[in-house]
């Protein structure tokens, strides 16, 4: 037998076309895949998430009647533990707050330098994927793996809250704290996600990101707070867990009785929470738009 060869030259693609418009859900998909890989990287922060609330749950039904003394409603009056959990999970002891930060470590930060460090870019923008496409790619699907961990947990204790009425005029006034749990679980959403893929975009390598997402949390955010103490209480709103707490003390209608000179205006701080937002989202963009301008994508 002899061997024949047969030149099947050039085939036109014949598979299914899709919308430019959809090339940013291929990215957020792909995100949420990675994230979802091994134990330490999301699956785990997730568990804590889900021990954190179900400790709120379960303080709520077993302990509704004790009274915190930390945190006082407008007349000064100490409120129960059952109307206070939610607010002190969120913003006095910021126990969403902390497992945002620490999986933002390992989930957000990491997600743009690797791409860099791999040479993903040469895939995505060979591929004709644009600066924004591949921005709110990364957006939308590190924003919906921190809404697992900040936005579900509060949403259920208030739920939970609900489950405590008396009556059904009672679950009816107490609705208001279901929006107020989402709209705080929105916010931390939103600081979680753009400011750890902003450091993300501005270094090199994952371990270079990882130390500057920590570096400005951290050491910023103190800087931040004692010059708040020994100056003015209006640069507290820079600290970007102080604003959250100080929504979420105004949203409830609650003061804290320690660190009263540290309170900021409710208004300041969603400024502040915007403000960081947008320019973390300008530098991702200026970033992955340079690296396409400059070859790293392979494209001309």
Same mark, same amino acid.
């Given at each position: 037998?002899?061997? &024949?060869?047969?030149?099947?030259?050039?085939?036109?693609?014949?598979?299914?076309?899709?919308?430019?418009?959809?090339?940013?859900?291929?990215?957020?998909?792909?995100?949420?895949?990675?994230?979802?890989?091994?134990?330490?990287?999301?699956?785990?922060?997730?568990?804590?998430?889900?021990?954190?609330?179900?400790?709120?749950?379960?303080?709520?039904?077993?302990?509704?009647?004790?009274?915190?003394?930390?945190?006082?409603?407008?007349?000064?009056?100490?409120?129960?533990?059952?109307?206070?959990?939610?607010?002190?999970?969120?913003?006095?002891?910021?126990?969403?707050?902390?497992?945002?930060?620490?999986?933002?470590?390992?989930?957000?930060?990491?997600?743009?330098?690797?791409?860099?460090?791999?040479?993903?870019?040469?895939?995505?923008?060979?591929?004709?994927?644009?600066?924004?496409?591949?921005?709110?790619?990364?957006?939308?699907?590190?924003?919906?793996?921190?809404?697992?961990?900040?936005?579900?947990?509060?949403?259920?204790?208030?739920?939970?809250?609900?489950?405590?009425? @008396?009556?059904?005029?009672?679950?009816?006034?107490?609705?208001?704290?279901?929006?107020?749990?989402?709209?705080?679980?929105?916010?931390?959403?939103?600081?979680?996600?753009?400011?750890?893929?902003?450091?993300?975009?501005?270094?090199?390598?994952?371990?270079?990101?990882?130390?500057?997402?920590?570096?400005?949390?951290?050491?910023?955010?103190?800087?931040?707070?004692?010059?708040?103490?020994?100056?003015?209480?209006?640069?507290?709103?820079?600290?970007?867990?102080?604003?959250?707490?100080?929504?979420?003390?105004?949203?409830?209608?609650?003061?804290?009785?320690?660190?009263?000179?540290? @309170?900021?205006?409710?208004?300041?701080?969603?400024?502040?929470?915007?403000?960081?937002?947008?320019?973390?989202?300008?530098?991702?963009?200026?970033?992955?738009?340079?690296? &396409?301008?400059?070859?790293?994508?392979?494209?001309?």
């Amino acid at each position: 037998m002899t061997g &024949q060869i047969h030149d099947l030259g050039y085939q036109r693609y014949a598979g299914a076309r899709r919308s430019t418009t959809s090339r940013w859900t291929v990215i957020l998909r792909h995100q949420i895949a990675t994230a979802w890989q091994t134990w330490w990287r999301f699956k785990a922060w997730l568990v804590v998430a889900v021990l954190a609330t179900g400790t709120g749950v379960a303080l709520i039904y077993l302990a509704s009647d004790t009274r915190l003394r930390m945190i006082t409603n407008l007349r000064g009056a100490e409120v129960q533990l059952a109307d206070g959990i939610l607010p002190t999970f969120l913003g006095v002891f910021g126990v969403y707050d902390k497992i945002g930060f620490i999986a933002a470590l390992f989930v957000a930060t990491p997600a743009i330098a690797r791409d860099v460090q791999s040479g993903a870019f040469t895939f995505y923008f060979a591929r004709s994927v644009r600066p924004r496409d591949y921005v709110l790619g990364k957006l939308a699907g590190i924003g919906a793996v921190m809404a697992l961990l900040l936005l579900a947990g509060p949403l259920v204790i208030a739920l939970a809250r609900l489950g405590l009425s @008396d009556d059904w005029d009672d679950l009816i006034a107490r609705l208001p704290t279901v929006a107020k749990a989402l709209a705080v679980g929105v916010l931390g959403t939103v600081v979680y996600t753009a400011m750890p893929l902003a450091c993300s975009a501005l270094a090199r390598s994952r371990g270079h990101a990882m130390v500057l997402w920590a570096g400005y949390y951290v050491v910023f955010s103190n800087l931040v707070v004692v010059a708040a103490m020994r100056t003015s209480a209006k640069w507290a709103v820079l600290d970007l867990p102080t604003a959250l707490q100080s929504i979420t003390l105004s949203m409830f209608d609650l003061q804290l009785r320690v660190r009263r000179s540290l @309170d900021v205006p409710a208004g300041a701080a969603v400024i502040s929470i915007a403000a960081h937002a947008a320019v973390a989202i300008g530098l991702m963009f200026w970033q992955v738009r340079n690296a &396409q301008r400059a070859g790293v994508g392979g494209a001309a």
